[in-house]
DNA sequence: GATTTTTTTGGCAGCGCTACCAATTTCGTG
DNA sequence: CACGAAATTGGTAGCGCTGCCAAAAAAATC
């Protein structure tokens, strides 16, 4: 019994085999137009026999449709893309559709790179991080005709569709929760938000209604790099080194925050009593803290699974607002 | 102004406007062949002029050459499957490769039905998670000709690249460490084994280092779903609940010993002094928490740099063990 | 039973690109 | 300046499939 390697079995061979044209083939395996009963059981005899694997790339160059996604995003560390990835991924597979990503670093120059790379495959969709792109970026997506999906934002002009939530809002609640609580001398703990935007807006957000409530920042303490619980710890014990009276600090997400919960906890700082942690995300990790965090729960699963329904729908352009949660916590 | 929607520009078309052959187009574009400078800037200035994108997808049918790779990962909750991505996903973009994925749910048959998916897009690789494949999969990924890399385990017969790590070792590894320490009677908290063979075969070692040393396991706690915090706390709370006086408990993973963490936190049970915890991955979090965890370290995102790394310069069938860290840590 | 209608089918021209080969141009040498 | 070698080019046949159209077969109608 000799091995055929690399034996691409082709649509031809499998009409051949079964009797019937390529067309027939074609219209029994997308099941789509008309054929007999017995045909399609001939055909799908064959199909078995040979272990045909249809070629999607020459079915996609020839149908001119593509259902291929490709996501862009910037981060692979940062659980909110992996989240957005796994909603979107279970409803694209249910609809024969193929996920393709690439990852930014948050990097704009980078991302108008990838996303250049990933029209060349003539993706369906393009799923986009937030409303920040270079110019030449917009331009190529626009010219492109696929669709474009903004996520995790709805704070801005949509090129086509936009799937998320407001970071503006989410920031303000945040500080509202806080001066309800009676908090009067808050803190920043957070990472680089010029690469990361959406934490600038919650950022932008928090302070604007600290002001208003008359209780304006005390002091921030902004890290270099990524966001991570490292970090955070090391926020924190800069910012209080600096600024010991604070009496909340508002994290730009969970990790950071959780970082700091850690730095209260290995040092004895009384939480809430002496000093009140606030984070963003609600990751589940934070549910099971001795504390449980206060925080702000997103919906980033719902986020990627509502952005693959429209694609997948081909719903017109539209900005869905999915909301998000506060969860009161026991840590503020 | 008009606005040429979906206008897509065609190799023939730049041909046609730098005055040029198709072929001398593709030759510039790949940077392959040869051509004189004055052609390559008439070609780049009329790819530049009409926004020429490449059509990958034609590209590929006509070469027969793909350039894509396929991930059918198990999980993307699970942080170790995105940190494999993120090294992959660096290394192919540096090398035009193309990152196409699939979540498979910890299903083999799932698994099957993905590879078959993925196969149809004819890609170049197809990388999976450890060796317990189904025999369809098995066998269609064998006559698919393409390459198969099985990421995050070495104990096991090869299909072709294998990258990663010893499980059985790094079972037998935590044991023996938890033994050298003087710990007698221990337990162990994980979750479903029977679809995370990796965590079973982790398990597997632990046990079979603790019989050899005349410590046999005392008793475990085995939680239906997936590994979380939540069910570290919720597993290690049973766990003592039956069997109160172990001095050491084994997780299945980092994020479920970090839960088991926190119920000690949460109790004012000592650790290590009342009960040693030791967990598996090396998460960044487990070194900021206020005792760092002791676990192992494992190369997550080298697996899968290397696995990318073998993919892209066709290397031969290999097994390649990259080893992993044991982390002294304070919890142990 | 003849004719119309409906359902199934096969043929074939591309989809946009690459690979191969032959034609053309340029260069180096004697 | 002639001539072979080397460097550039263009033409064109597919890659494997889908979409369109016309042909054939089956079913329905009178």
Chains 1, 2 share one sequence.
Request: one cysteine or more.
């Amino acid at each position: 019994m000799e091995l055929k390697h690399q034996a691409t079995v082709t649509l031809a061979e499998v009409a051949d085999a079964a009797g019937v044209g390529e067309s027939t083939v074609s219209r029994v395996l997308r099941n789509h137009g008309s054929f007999s009963g017995k045909t399609r059981d001939r055909v799908m005899a064959a199909v078995e026999r040979l272990g045909y694997v249809p070629n999607r790339i020459a079915g996609t160059l020839a149908s001119t449709a593509s259902r291929l996604v490709a996501f862009v995003i910037p981060s692979l560390s940062n659980i909110v893309f992996p989240d957005v990835l796994r909603g979107a991924s279970a409803v694209l597979e249910e609809n024969r559709y193929q996920a393709v990503f690439s990852v930014t670093d948050y990097d704009p120059t980078k991302e108008e790179a990838l996303a250049a790379a990933m029209l060349a495959w003539r993706p369906a969709a393009v799923m986009l991080a937030g409303y920040e792109h270079t110019e030449g970026t917009v331009k190529m997506l626009r010219a492109s005709g696929c669709r474009i999906v903004e996520m995790l934002d709805v704070d801005g002009d949509a090129l086509d569709l936009a799937v998320g939530f407001s970071n503006g809002a989410a920031g303000r609640e945040s500080a509202a929760f806080l001066l309800k609580r009676g908090y009067r001398r808050m803190g920043y703990v957070g990472h680089d938000l010029t690469r990361d935007t959406r934490a600038g807006k919650r950022f932008a957000g928090f302070c604007e209604t600290l002001a208003t409530g008359g209780a304006p920042l005390a002091d921030r303490e902004i890290l270099a790099g990524a966001s991570s619980v490292e970090n955070g710890r090391l926020g924190l014990e800069r910012l209080l080194a600096r600024t010991p009276d604070l009496d909340a600090v508002y994290f730009s997400n969970d990790d950071m925050a959780l970082g700091g919960y850690f730095h209260c906890l290995a040092r004895g700082i009384p939480i809430p009593g002496q000093l009140a942690i606030f984070g963003y995300n609600g990751l589940d990790i934070g549910r099971a803290t001795p504390q449980p965090l206060s925080t702000i729960r997103t919906p980033r699963v719902a986020t990627g699974q509502v952005a693959a329904q429209l694609v997948v729908t081909n719903a017109p352009p539209q900005v869905v607002d999915l909301g998000f949660e506060l969860i009161e916590g026991a840590t503020a």
